[in-house]
């Protein structure tokens, strides 16, 4: 088993079948996971039972709120994610943790690669516990003991911001096809494409209004203080004027979206890549005209709960 870590984060293991891995070797995974927070498998041969197993190594299966009708009948929560080359829309394409807006969200997401386009389709990390403690000591100290306000609602619009009906937010910004103008804005508010609610299960829309959270989250495993602030989902902090709040916000955003700590993932057919939704943000990007088949699942990590990371 070869580990080849990459700077400024991101790692990817070769030469093991991590179905079959030793205890040995899932300590090696778990720390690995930890310390470079984005692991990629290469060259798996894994079913959907399979898909389970090694999700288990990590914690407990989390029990999807977003009912999509869309993978194994079998297997509730593993998740297709197909993009065809008809889609217009680009899911995921912006900056975001997953299910933010929700309290119990998921600690680890992990996908696994069946069919993947020629060209374009990677996805990019930035890494909000090396982007906290580049903050200048004035910022940190406004976020240590601020608390934000998330929820669906940020990126409804903004998703849909145009670049050839393609880009999400995410995506244009990546791009440097953010800059738009009131009027366009207007309009992109108008023609927003809104995520179909039916999709959502009753406790998922019951769990969706303003959820608190901390700004900042100590990880319960390395003990490091992480931004807990995504530009999909965050749209305020309590007891803040609301003008001072959104300058705040806007100030964080533009810091995680211009930061340098981000990590490019390549994808290729059958790699199983899994990363650490407490210390990372991420984003899809375009592909060319070919399919996109992914299968998804989400872990929780236990201790999350016991030690109340999120809020308090």
């Given amino acids: 088993?070869?580990?080849?870590?990459?700077?400024?984060?991101?790692?990817?293991?070769?030469g093991v079948d991590v179905k079959h891995a030793t205890p040995e070797q899932i300590e090696q995974f778990k720390q690995a996971l930890w310390d470079h927070k984005v692991l990629s498998f290469t060259d798996q041969n894994l079913n959907f039972d399979d898909m389970e197993s090694v999700a288990k190594i990590f914690g407990n299966i989390y029990d999807h709120p977003i009912d999509t009708k869309k993978g194994p009948s079998t297997h509730k929560n593993i998740q297709l994610i197909e993009r065809e080359k008809t889609d217009d829309f680009l899911f995921g394409g912006y900056w975001h943790s997953d299910h933010a807006c929700i309290y119990k969200r998921p600690s680890y997401t992990m996908l696994f690669s069946i069919t993947i386009p020629k060209e374009g389709g990677e996805t990019y990390f930035i890494d909000n516990q090396q982007m906290y403690d580049s903050l200048p000591k004035i910022i940190q100290e406004?976020?240590?003991?601020?608390?934000t306000t998330n929820f669906w609602v940020r990126n409804t619009f903004e998703q849909a911001?145009?670049?050839?009906?393609?880009?999400?937010f995410g995506a244009s910004l990546l791009y440097n096809k953010n800059n738009y103008n009131d009027e366009e804005i207007e309009q992109v508010k108008h023609n927003v494409k809104i995520i179909n609610f039916?999709?959502?299960?009753e406790d998922f829309k019951n769990k969706t209004s303003l959820v608190k959270q901390h700004a900042v989250l100590t990880h319960p495993r390395t003990n490091k203080k992480c931004l807990n602030i995504t530009p999909a989902m965050s749209v305020?902090?309590?007891d803040m004027d609301s003008i001072e709040s959104e300058k705040l916000m806007q100030?964080?955003?533009s810091l995680q979206i211009n930061s340098d700590l981000k990590y490019k993932l390549n994808w290729n057919k059958n790699m199983l890549t899994i990363w650490d939704n407490r210390q990372l943000l991420h984003v899809a990007t375009p592909s060319s005209d070919e399919p996109r088949i992914i299968y998804r699942v989400m872990i929780n990590d236990p201790i999350d709960l016991e030690k109340n990371i999120y809020y308090n």
């Fill in 142 to 147: 406004q976020l240590d003991n601020a608390t």
């Fill in 251 to 253: 100030t964080i955003f």
């Fill in 161 to 168: 911001m145009k670049s050839n009906g393609k880009l999400g």
């Fill in 1 to 14: 088993m070869k580990i080849h870590a990459f700077k400024p984060f991101g790692a990817i293991i070769s």
């Fill in 198 to 201: 039916n999709q959502f299960n």
């Fill in 236 to 238: 305020g902090f309590e």
